[in-house]
Nanobody
């Protein structure tokens, strides 16, 4: 079983920034596309964005995520990041990363709370 380990969540004030990390074993995060998702209480999971395998390293974001969220990869650290800027209270939720493919491997999730 492949486990992705997430870190970097927490409580911040509106307007602040956070960077979430998603680390996997070996080079699995280089070989696969990695997606970031969030889910607020009582709402469906929302797709934040995706980064393609390291061979192409392209990013794409959900329409409402463009501009404040950036996904990047550090292959030397087997880590994919989600940089979140100018956070708003509506950004609060549980954030998860996933190495896409068959099967999908998920991180454990990390809570982000943005106070107004």
């Amino acid at each position: 079983q492949v486990e992705l380990v997430q870190s970097g969540g927490g409580l911040v004030q509106a307007g602040e920034s956070l960077r979430l990390s998603c680390t996997g074993p070996g080079n699995i995060l280089d070989l696969r596309s990695v997606g970031w998702y969030r889910q607020a209480p009582g709402k469906q999971r929302e797709n934040i964005g995706i980064i393609t395998p390291a061979s192409t390293n392209l990013t794409g974001y959900g329409a409402s995520m463009k501009g404040r969220f950036t996904i990047s990869r550090d292959s030397a650290k087997n880590t994919v990041y989600l940089q979140m800027n100018d956070l708003k209270p509506e950004d609060s939720g549980n954030y998860s990363c996933a190495a896409l493919g068959t099967p999908v491997y998920w991180g454990q999730g990390t809570q982000v709370t943005v106070s107004s």
